[in-house]
T-cell receptor, first 114, second 111 residues
Framework: DGGITQSPKYLFRKEGQNVTLSCEQN?????MYWYRQDPGQGLRLIYY???????QKGDIAEGYSVSREKKESFPLTVTSAQKNPTAFYLC?????????????FGNGTRLTVT | QKEVEQNSGPLSVPEGAIASLNCTYS??????FFWYRQYSGKSPELIMS????GDKEDGRFTAQLNKASQYVSLLIRDSQPSDSATYLC???????????FGAGTRLAVHP
């Protein structure tokens, strides 16, 4: 079955620690995205990547880093510089071409930092 | 002004009724519009996309787009309790395939 796999589903960390969230897709999509969702708010774009070895900052990139060494993988690191890291993190992918290319989401990782 | 605005709800409708969800957007150059459904604690799933003015129907769902008024809506006919969820409006705006999401409207369908 083609899809997007995020792991782990739940993640707990102490303040000051970096943590990496995994995202893998087997849809052969070129573009991948990371969004963050907080209660009562819409999804906010953290980073996105159109092709391997290239990525761009979204609206709230501060305190986060990404890599795109393989087409299938787009891990997100939440660094200690991120002031409010507790949130629901969603990875998504889409075909690279065309305006009519919707995003498909993974099941999300719920990160809690105490 | 927020780029994509939705009434947060909750919108409460009886089973079998029509639920009407609305969304306005600020970027007149927007070309693609999507509705996602999100159950509590789950990730969003795409239910409708629309690209040109008018109506687009898919089963019990109808998306309506009016670019002149910068307005997109989703109608759900014969609402079922299983339709109870948060509905997110998303608009492709600005750069490459960058979707801007509204905060979502919570729909509650009661038996």
């Amino acid at each position: 079955d083609g899809g997007i796999t995020q792991s782990p589903k739940y993640l707990f960390r102490k303040e000051g620690q970096n943590v990496t969230l995994s995202c893998e897709q087997n849809l052969n999509h070129d573009a991948m995205y990371w969004y963050r969702q907080d209660p009562g708010q819409g999804l906010r774009l953290i980073y996105y990547s159109q092709i391997v070895n290239d990525f761009q900052k979204g609206d709230i990139a501060e305190g986060y880093s990404v890599s795109r060494e393989k087409k299938e993988s787009f891990p997100l690191t939440v660094t200690s510089a991120q002031k409010n890291p507790t949130a629901f993190y969603l990875c998504a992918s889409s075909m690279s071409q065309g305006v009519d290319s919707p995003l498909h989401f993974g099941n999300g990782t719920r990160l809690t930092v105490t | 002004q927020k780029e994509v605005e939705q009434n947060s709800g909750p919108l409460s409708v009886p089973e079998g009724a029509i639920a009407s969800l609305n969304c306005t957007y600020s970027d007149r150059g927007s070309q693609s519009f999507f509705w996602y459904r999100q159950y509590s604690g789950k990730s969003p799933e795409l239910i409708m996309s629309i690209y040109s003015n008018g109506d687009k129907e898919d089963g019990r769902f109808t998306a309506q787009l009016n670019k002149a008024s910068q307005y997109v809506s989703l109608l759900i006919r014969d609402s079922q309790p299983s339709d109870s969820a948060t509905y997110l409006c998303a608009v492709k705006s600005g750069g490459y395939n960058k979707l801007i999401f509204g905060a979502g409207t919570r729909l509650a369908v009661h038996p």
